[in-house]
């Protein structure tokens, strides 16, 4: 059974959003969703709600959803991991046959979190790895094994995250878009050596909202139909100590998967744009590597500036990615559209210390 996005909405980015509440922003992507799609709230069947309760300042926070979504009373499932995993989630649902719609939600509320760091403490063993420093540490030892294994330097590195930032100036949804040289992220405060403070995306705000739905539904209302044509997702090793930090195992097992689902033999030669997690600049590298994609199609790798210029989202940062390349596809991604994008990759990491990744792949109606 073929599942197609019929439409997205997207409420972002915001370094910090004081005036709208985090069900506000959800209530307004999910009603540009909606209008995208072509269909009500009413004709929806069932939802995937994507967050973590810790960066929402609420516990159990998913049960605030549904109002926004017009999803009361409907099935509802919640996924506490990256966009792309609640994504493919959904796309699992529909092709049981037991739903014809769905909508996808994810958001963030970054700005309410006074101590971020803090709070991804939590997320390592409390034993062995919880070490009382910033939790980026594990990020400088991915980057410096990285680089010891690769044809990468640091100044690499540095000149993706200036370039990132640079070609997003003409991205209205980029807040962190800005000029800056190789040299000043270089220079920039170190924050878990090698990697700096501008190597790493900052924090965000905004929602995400995509409506999925079989082709039948498709033909009935949506404008441009986009076809998702292959997905996966798998961690690499959970035992820090056990892992190979200079590869993302979780972004090539799940690339796999959805190139051979997608029936893709050589990405290069048929993935036209892509979006890769950057949420720290080393790790772009990591997963074009992990994904068979060469520095030769870094041209067409996060067209948007990515997360770099984009903000960090946390769980809703792929969907950022997810919203743009369905734009991209559409030849509605204004200054940065990429000529003659028909098929489109992207890939989320849940972020340290995890190697958790997923991979979609997207495919225009005009292919």
């Keep these: 059974m073929g599942v197609v996005v019929m439409g997205v909405g997207f409420c972002g980015s915001f370094p910090t959003s ?23 709230a009413e004709q929806i069947d069932g939802a995937v709600s994507v967050e973590e309760d810790f960066m929402s300042g609420y516990s159990i926070a998913d049960e605030y959803t549904p109002d926004q979504l017009g999803m009361v009373r409907k099935p509802m499932y919640t996924v506490p991991g990256d966009f792309l995993q609640g994504l493919g989630s959904a796309v699992m649902q529909i092709r049981t046959g037991q739903f014809k719609t769905m909508v996808v939600e994810s958001y963030c509320k970054a700005s309410n979190v006074l101590t971020k760091e803090e709070v991804q403490h939590f997320a390592y063993d409390p034993i062995f790895n919880r070490l009382g420093v910033t939790p980026h540490y594990l990020a400088g030892i991915e980057m410096q094994q990285f680089l010891g294994c690769s044809m990468y330097s640091a100044t690499d590195i540095a000149e993706l995250a200036a370039k990132s930032r640079v070609k997003a100036l003409s991205n209205p949804l980029a807040p962190y878009a800005t000029r800056v040289e190789i040299a000043d992220v270089l220079r920039a405060r170190a924050v878990a050596s090698p990697i700096t403070e501008l190597m790493m995306a900052r924090p965000a705000d905004g929602a995400i909202v995509v409506v999925l739905g079989t082709d039948d539904a498709v033909s009935e209302s949506a404008r441009k139909p986009v076809h998702v044509i292959g997905s996966g997702w798998a961690s690499g090793n959970s035992i820090i100590e056990r892992r190979d930090h200079a590869i993302s195992a979780g972004t090539h097992i799940a690339g796999r998967m959805a190139y051979e689902e997608a029936g893709i033999e050589v990405p290069e030669d048929e993935i036209d744009v892509a979006y890769v997690s950057d949420i720290y600049a080393h790790r772009a590298f990591m997963h074009m590597e992990a994904l068979g994609l060469s520095p030769e199609m870094l041209p067409v790798i996060n067209p948007d500036g990515g997360a770099q210029a984009g903000g960090d989202l946390f769980e809703a940062t792929s969907g950022a990615r997810f919203y743009d390349a369905v734009r991209q596809l559409r030849g509605e991604a204004g200054e940065h559209q990429v000529e003659g994008a028909e098929t489109a990759l992207v890939q989320g990491w849940r972020g340290v210390p995890t190697d958790t990744c997923a991979v979609v792949i997207l495919e225009g109606e005009g292919r």
Excluded: P
């Design 18 to 40: 004081t005036g709208l509440s985090y069900r506000e922003m959800i209530a307004r992507a999910a009603q540009m969703a909606y209008r995208d799609a072509g269909v009500a």
